[in-house]
């Protein structure tokens, strides 16, 4: 494998912290028996944690301190922050990323006093006066509960169940808190954490979960990191229907600079999800569209010196408005001049989401691969596939999204394999640049995290295709495109009135990346 020089471009800002997959450790051998909790962990971060809470009330001061920056060395590895549970002390003397306090432990002021202003600090509520009273101190997050009954904390003042979480979501939001993230905690598991995710976000006028919180569903599991997958699929089924409510309600622009073969299916796509497109190659309406809150998509199908200048300077005028990109370096291995004009693309910006198949995946990581026009001639496993599209999101810090008949998702962090889809899309032409259509309308209207918009773009377009083929009037691509886009409208607006069975259909899973690749 080749490797290429990365050269500067803009930097970003760090992405806020995610707390998707959230564990919370347990040192009591009822629970974490006699394995190491640094190799627990390590086996979690592996299989999708995004948040670590060090929770360790009753140990010795310097045992505690020794582990918590064993913790800390592994979770900065992984790019996942580590929180201390109560001891204050201990997170400043390892610097780790914050703490997180119960409301017996020290109050949010004396606590911020002492960990500085750019710390994190949680919080937990059990109800909707504590969760307000914590966001107007300061708390940078919540953790809601307790959910269920759990043998692994004692002192659980109620159990309020995902009714009482919904309550309290609701009353952060009537109280101008909704921009607050939240997990619940509290009896959590595999078993369990999709139903709760559904009840939870049911309510329309609630803000949804940010995750869930965890213990013994990975800390006490056979296969920490098998647990961890799990977790992070509901995580991401979950999302889905948020993601495509947003749309519905944002209406999104997507704004397509795209060869004139796939624009008129492209247009028809955006709106049958319920995005606003425009179809415009002309970069000097850029700076105006870039206003409008929206998405570009770049697609790259065809290079000439005057698109290259196009492309150039539209991605300019998006980054300069903050605004979501998503590049599709169609062919990109197919010819020097591709390869050339892609290298000076990526040089250039920042993009919200890159999306490729295999070829032209590896051809922007810098593998020598032979590519036949658009299409990807390469093949990998999963696993390969799923290091490859880290690697490459590591490396220019975005989501890579890498088609095939399972789409692999990842943003370096956390990478998903979405299994939906059919065949025929393969036969209809321009397919794949409508797919890059949809993910800039579910990334318009939900930039707070633009992996799980990717997932939802991809898992939506793959059931709206397997709807389709079932249709008795489709016999072929003929009669599969204007199915296709029926199906793709009918999710959109059952996904508004609330009807969400087409989730059942949604196949996304965790999975496991070789970090040493």
Request: proline residues 5%; aromatic residues 4%.
């Amino acid at each position: 494998m080749l490797s290429l020089l990365t050269p500067k471009r803009p930097t970003a800002p760090p992405p806020p912290p995610n707390y998707g997959v959230y564990l919370v450790t347990d040192s009591t051998p009822a629970i974490l028996g006699s394995r190491d909790l640094v190799e627990v962990v390590e086996a979690a971060l592996r299989g999708g944690v995004t948040c670590v809470q060090y929770r360790d009330k009753t140990g010795a001061q310097a045992d505690v301190v020794a582990t918590a920056r064993r913790l800390h060395a592994l979770t900065q590895r992984f790019g996942v922050p580590l929180l201390i549970n109560d001891r204050v002390d201990v997170a400043v003397e390892v610097g780790c990323e914050g703490i997180h306090i119960g409301q017996d432990d020290m109050n949010v002021h004396e606590a911020r006093k002492l960990v500085g202003r750019d710390k994190i600090i949680g919080v937990t509520a059990s109800n909707a006066d504590e969760a307000i009273r914590a966001c107007e101190d300061g708390a940078d997050y919540l953790g809601l509960g307790t959910v269920y009954s759990t043998a692994t904390k004692k002192d659980t003042k109620s159990i309020i169940g995902p009714s009482g979480v919904r309550a309290i979501l609701k009353a952060m939001v009537e109280a101008g808190h909704g921009a607050v993230p939240a997990v619940c905690i509290g009896g959590i598991s595999n078993d369990n954490a999709a139903r709760v995710l559904a009840q939870t976000n049911a309510a329309p006028a609630a803000k949804p979960l940010d995750g869930v919180a965890v213990v013994s569903a990975i800390i006490a599991a056979d296969d920490p990191a098998e647990a961890a997958r799990h977790l992070a699929g509901h995580i991401a089924v979950a999302a889905i229907p948020l993601v495509v409510g947003a749309v519905g309600r944002a209406t999104p622009l997507s704004h397509n600079m795209t060869n004139l073969v796939v624009q008129n299916f492209a247009a028809n796509v955006a709106l049958a999800v319920g995005a606003s497109p425009i179809m415009s190659n002309y970069a000097a309406e850029a700076a105006d569209l870039a206003k409008l809150g929206g998405a570009l998509v770049v697609n790259m199908g065809t290079v000439t010196p005057e698109g290259l200048a196009n492309y150039k300077q539209a991605i300019k005028a998006y980054n300069d408005a903050g605004r979501p990109i998503i590049l599709d370096p169609v062919g990109a291995g197919a010819t020097a001049i591709r390869r050339a004009a892609t290298a000076e693309i990526l040089a250039l910006g920042r993009f919200a989401v890159i999306k490729g198949n295999v070829a032209e995946i590896q051809s922007l990581y810098g593998v020598s691969v032979t590519q036949r026009g658009v299409d990807s001639t390469s093949e990998l496993s999963i696993p390969e596939r799923a290091t490859l599209a880290a690697a490459l999101a590591r490396r220019h810090r975005t989501v890579v999204l890498l088609t095939g008949p399972t789409d692999i998702v990842s943003d370096g962090a956390r990478t998903y394999r979405v299994d939906n889809g059919h065949a025929m899309l393969g036969r209809v032409t321009g397919t794949g640049c409508t797919l890059g259509t949809t993910i800039s309308a579910m990334v318009a209207a939900h930039p707070a995290d633009a992996l799980l918009a990717a997932v939802a773009g991809a898992a939506v377009f793959g059931i709206a295709a397997q709807y389709a083929v079932e249709r008795d009037e489709v016999r072929g691509p003929g009669s599969f495109v204007p199915a296709f886009l029926d199906e793709l409208y009918s999710i959109s607006r059952a996904t508004a009135e609330g009807d969400l069975r087409w989730l059942v259909l949604a196949r996304v899973q965790g999975v496991q990346v070789d970090d040493e690749a």
